[in-house]
């Protein structure tokens, strides 16, 4: 029997696409059906022509890298993602039940970060993230790991000039002190962007851009549109942080890069600005963030 359209596991359908092309500024293939290829024809066939592709642990961001050096149209980003960091440090002791659980400690970690800093100095990666804090999932045990990881991410972004992707779950305030106690890189992006207005205000006196994913057109998620309003035009990047957070109305269902057109048209009527004027934003925006 063909699956219903409205199935959870069938994908969205094409989008009408974009008159102006954007960018995804965050995104994980990797995790997504199907083959890379087959992923960015899609986005580029809706007018989605550029993808920051996103690693989150070492093999993930050693991906992200060969992918971008493959192709023209992917740019890496690579880190040890917040919730990455105590789990090398504590040698994972959530998943190693029944096999020999790693070493661990700081020297594990130490050698973690020290390839992504040897993956960061590749010209086909564009930025050090996503890193920073979540506070989500990891307990009081973890937090002086995730800061220490995230503190050692902001010196690598600078000494290699690329641009900084922040995850930031729960953690707004601690996020900030951080990135001003360290001096945050000339190029900082706020990905999935989850703070309130005021928050926006901040991150905008301090040039940071701020991108926007599926949540933002949530019905329930004022307090972000809000805060999408109070972004200056030029800091407001997109994404879709796929496969994960799929915009309204597929909400639920598989996310990828070729659904950008669902969240620029919502975000577009929040601001009251025709779309094609925000895609020329966005596009730019996203561009001068990652120093393409």
Not at 13 to 40: K, R
Not at 148 to 174: C, T
Not at 192 to 209: I, Q, T
Not at 226 to 234: G, N, W, Y
């Amino acid at each position: 029997m063909p699956a219903k359209d409205d199935d959870r596991s069938t994908p969205p359908p094409l989008p009408e696409p974009l008159a102006v092309a954007v960018a995804d500024s965050h995104t994980h293939l990797d995790m997504q059906a199907g083959t890379p290829a087959e992923g960015l024809a899609r986005a580029a066939s809706v007018g989605v022509t550029t993808v920051v592709q996103v690693g989150c642990d070492v093999p993930g961001s050693r991906w992200a890298a060969e992918l971008a050096a493959s192709y023209e149209q992917v740019h890496a980003a690579v880190a040890l993602h917040p919730n990455e960091a105590p789990r090398i440090f504590l040698g994972d002791p959530d998943g190693w039940s029944g096999q020999q659980r790693p070493a661990g400690g700081q020297a594990a970690l130490d050698e973690a970060l020290a390839e992504i800093d040897a993956l960061a100095a590749l010209p086909q990666v564009l930025a050090v993230g996503e890193t920073g804090l979540d506070y989500f999932r990891t307990g009081p045990e973890g937090v002086e790991i995730q800061k220490e990881s995230f503190r050692r991410h902001i010196e690598m972004a600078k000494r290699h000039g690329k641009a900084l992707v922040i995850h930031d779950r729960d953690a707004h305030e601690d996020v900030i002190a951080v990135l001003l106690a360290e001096g945050a890189p000339e190029r900082t992006v706020f990905h999935c962007y989850s703070g309130d207005a005021e928050m926006a205000k901040v991150c905008a006196e301090h040039g940071w851009y701020l991108s926007f994913a599926g949540p933002v057109t949530f019905k329930a998620n004022q307090p972000l549109r809000d805060a999408l309003l109070a972004t200056p035009l030029d800091r407001i990047l997109v994404e879709t942080d796929a496969p994960f957070l799929t915009p309204h109305p597929y909400r639920g269902r598989p996310n990828a890069p070729y659904l950008i057109p669902v969240t620029v048209r919502s975000m577009a009527a929040t601001l009251g600005l025709h779309e094609d004027e925000l895609s020329a934003a966005v596009a730019a925006n996203t561009a001068r963030a990652f120093g393409y």
